[in-house]
């Protein structure tokens, strides 16, 4: 169960929000500080949307994530007394900054979070827990890290896609569900891990499951791209980048 979110309430539009949020999309650490030293509770207030609130801490993991000194101003933000498990309000489960930072797998911003207190294990979020976030978005690099600072591996589908052989095999047990073994199967494919889906195969994996939850089979999953990956393959369109093969 989460706590109900507490703290001062900004509306979206009020001038110090829109400061902070610009100067922390821009990366603007400079700025951040200021805006701190002359109200040390923007840190920590609830800024107001039509979708509900988020705190600054949540502007620093907004989607796509990879602001210009995110991780600086993460650490200044924590330092004046940010939450690191703050929730956000509204449409959907309320989610904590490190929720949103496995989103997008942005890892640097990930370790201070983490740096600064956030819960490994906070349920709840669109998938479930930070790692399962992380695992479901294709975000590898934040899910290796958060087992490595102690995230529990608490499904089969988590342990397949990054590789854990002996915690797959203690998960899913002597007689698994033949569902749960092909889910693992098309995770494993969507990580890259031969061994585990060599491991799940044997074990009665359907070559061609199709998740509820996404699109296409395991060799589908198997080539697409990692979410850290996608985001730079967007950026470099955005910023006129063309493969040599378009002839521009």
Known sequence: MTQEPTGRLIPGDDPA????VLAVRGGDAATVSRLLADDPG?????IGARAGTRTA???VTDWPGYFPSGPHIARLLLAAGADPNARTTGRGPGETPLHWAASSDDVDV???LIDGGADLDAADGSIGTPLANAVGYGCWHVARLVVARGARVAEPWQAA????LDRLDELLGDQPDPDEVSKAFWHACSGGQRRAADYLLARGADLQWVPPYAEGTPLDAAGGLDTQRENVVTWL????????????
């Open 42 to 46: 923007l840190a920590s207030v609830r």
């Open 17 to 20: 929000a829109v400061d902070l």
């Open 161 to 164: 896609a990054l590789g854990i």
């Open 237 to 248: 369109r955005e910023k006129g980048a063309r493969p040599a093969s378009s002839g521009a």
């Open 110 to 112: 990930a370790v201070a």
């Open 57 to 59: 801490l949540h502007v």
